[in-house]
């Protein structure tokens, strides 16, 4: 049985000029049923910051595409990992620069030392130095298969050895899908290179 509500109510008395506080005694009307409380919503764990691995070029725009979808990551920066004194080997840094300024995020870089003996520790430092210096939670990339004699994915394994998470939305997939999805996503793809002979 419902417990009666109490109501406090204020009535003057006769006698005197004070007011009287009293408390009466009321029950639920039968056609009013009581409410129910109101279930408390789970609540959803903040997006993790994220940063994508970036070149400039198609995979790693898609890659972004997918991340900037996934609601549980939170897409602030774009990383270039490139190797002091060499000749960058991706598009120009003027060119991802103003990529970086028309999406709106900032552009990182993680210089790997070209005389270093350890190439995979090299890098897990410049993540860790990432994961530090800026809160990044995950590193998205565009890979979509294993290069060379690898057995597992290099930024997998990177990232692993900084205790951060690697995001992979193309990993595997069919090339042709992937193109497929480039251009129903409306993206303008031009060739910057291209390798000899299959365009000759």
């Given at each position: 049985q419902p417990m009666p509500s109490t109501r406090l109510s204020q009535k003057s008395e006769p006698w005197g000029r004070h007011t009287m506080t009293t408390f009466s005694e009321s029950k639920p009307k039968p056609s009013q049923p009581l409410s129910q409380p109101t279930p408390t919503q789970p609540q959803r764990p903040n997006p993790s910051i994220t940063a994508i691995s970036w070149t400039g070029g198609k995979d790693c725009n898609l890659s972004l595409l997918h991340a900037h979808?996934?609601?549980?990551?939170?897409?602030?920066?774009?990383?270039?990992?490139?190797?002091?004194?060499?000749?960058?080997?991706?598009h120009p840094i003027p060119f991802m620069e103003a990529q970086a300024k028309s999406l709106g995020l900032e552009l990182l870089f993680v210089?790997?030392?070209?005389?270093?003996?350890?190439?995979?520790?090299?890098?897990?430092?410049?993540i860790v130095n990432l994961k530090v210096g800026y809160?990044?939670?995950?590193?998205?990339?565009?890979?979509?298969?294993?290069?060379?004699?690898?057995?597992?994915?290099w930024m997998e394994r990177?990232?692993?050895?900084?205790?951060?998470?690697?995001?992979?939305?193309?990993?595997?997939?069919?090339?042709?899908?992937?193109?497929?999805?480039?251009?129903?996503e409306g993206f303008r793809i031009m060739f910057s290179c291209v390798k000899s002979p299959f365009f000759d």
């Open positions: 979808r996934d609601p549980s990551l939170d897409v602030r920066y774009l990383v270039v990992f490139r190797v002091n004194e060499k000749s960058f080997l991706a210089d790997i030392p070209q005389d270093t003996n350890d190439y995979m520790q090299a890098y897990i430092d410049g809160g990044i939670e995950v590193i998205t990339t565009g890979d979509m298969d294993l290069v060379g004699t690898m057995e597992r994915n990177c990232c692993e050895g900084a205790s951060i998470r690697v995001h992979l939305p193309l990993w595997k997939k069919n090339r042709e899908d992937v193109l497929e999805e480039l251009l129903d």
